[in-house]
């Protein structure tokens, strides 16, 4: 059976990988891997598929940046002809980003059983691109492969038709293959900073980038923060642009202790997470990953979509107010910060649970 796998913007790819693997490794399956061209460059898409060891896409559809609009409905117009060219016995889309929803409304709309890995999280929060994507992608799709368990509880409350397993996080999979090898590629030291004492910063979603007084209010914080150890902060395309656009540009490159850097590939970023002192975010898997790790993560947003990493895990929401930001900062200074556990099923072997539930059903 060919299985059709959609990988979009950089948090798919990690996602995507063990899926593919363990896909590969039945004799029922056959991967075939589409890429909607989300995001492009070298170092947010093809360093991933390098470092993964994720098969090239045996297709590319090449949308680029647009508005939510037009990405999304181009992706649609050059997925239908795949599909109906393809025939795939399923369709699989992970996480929440453009490329998930636009793939997984093509598909359905064409009868092809789809499925959607990471599926049950909400933060609430309709004004966030991804939430709307989530809401969805769930309520269209025919089987919901979730990562903890308010994710099982989410579905139930919506009544949402699909059927819905709760398999574990296939981007721990990921994780937990490739952290020895992260590691031993020494990025502190590369790039001079001491493991433990340095602080990494991930910041891009158009809530906290898009508006230059939040971005000046989260600069105030990190300028404070900066002032007794190093900021790496691998920075996103997207606000990079936002400090030229707002005016923050001479602001940024003054800041002591700010280290602005490209975007990193997996292992690099990997390993400088996993001996960092604390992470201040606003990504979403982020936060699962310093659960894993037992860093400190201070997300930049009011709400998450994955309660668990702050129940059992080392997260804690701050928001964006510079001074709530730097009172956390404090107390992981001083108490160390919060340690966790590693959630139930975030084992390294969701992507063969999926695989094995796929195996077992008569029809897909
Ligand atoms: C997208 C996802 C977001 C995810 C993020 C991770 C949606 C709605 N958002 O946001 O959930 O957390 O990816 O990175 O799908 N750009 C480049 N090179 C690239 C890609 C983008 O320069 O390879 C620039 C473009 O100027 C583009 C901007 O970044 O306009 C934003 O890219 P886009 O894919 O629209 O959204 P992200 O902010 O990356």
């Not at 107010?321 to 919060?338: K, M, Q, T, V, Y």
């Amino acid at each position: 059976m060919k299985v059709l796998l959609v990988a979009g913007a950089r948090p798919n790819f990690m996602k995507i990988a063990p899926l593919v693997a363990a896909l590969s490794e039945h004799d029922a399956f056959t991967p075939w891997l589409l890429h909607t061209g989300q995001h492009y460059d070298e170092e947010m898409s093809r360093v991933f598929f390098d470092e993964l060891g994720i098969p090239r896409p045996d297709e590319d559809l090449g949308v680029g940046s647009a508005s939510h609009a037009v990405q999304t409905a181009q992706i649609m117009t050059r997925f239908e002809p795949v599909l109906l060219r393809e025939r795939p016995a399923l369709v699989v889309v992970v996480g929440d980003v453009n490329s998930t929803v636009a793939c997984a409304l093509t598909a359905v709309k064409l009868g092809i059983p789809t499925a959607h890995v990471e599926a049950g999280l909400r933060s609430f929060d309709r004004t966030m691109p991804e939430e709307v994507n989530r809401v969805l992608t769930d309520a269209i799709s025919d089987l919901l492969f979730v990562s903890e368990p308010a994710g099982m509880a989410n579905l139930e409350r919506e009544g949402v038709a699909g059927e819905a397993h709760l398999v574990g996080n296939v981007m721990i999979d990921t994780l937990l293959e490739h952290e020895a090898q992260a590691r031993a590629r020494q990025a502190p030291e590369r790039l001079g900073v001491e493991p433990g004492e340095y602080v990494l910063l991930t910041l891009h979603r158009p809530a906290n980038v898009d508006d230059p007084s939040v971005l000046g209010g989260i600069l105030d914080a990190l300028e404070e923060i900066g002032r007794d150890r190093p900021v790496l902060f691998p920075a996103h395309p997207r606000t990079r642009a936002a400090f030229a656009s707002g005016g923050l540009d001479g602001r940024v490159k003054v800041m002591k202790g700010l280290r602005i850097l490209d975007p990193l590939g997996y292992l690099d970023f990997m390993g400088l997470l996993s001996d960092s002192m604390a992470v201040l975010t606003d990504s979403g898997g982020i936060q699962e990953e310093t659960t894993v790790l037992g860093v400190p993560c201070l997300t930049l947003r009011d709400n998450t979509e994955r309660p668990i990493t702050i129940d059992e895990g080392t997260n804690t929401l701050v928001g964006r107010d510079p001074r709530a930001i730097l009172r956390a900062f404090a107390e992981i200074g001083s108490g160390g910060g919060r340690t966790g556990r590693r959630p139930d099923l975030w084992d390294g072997q969701a992507a063969r649970r999926i695989v094995g539930i796929l195996a077992s059903r008569e029809r897909l």
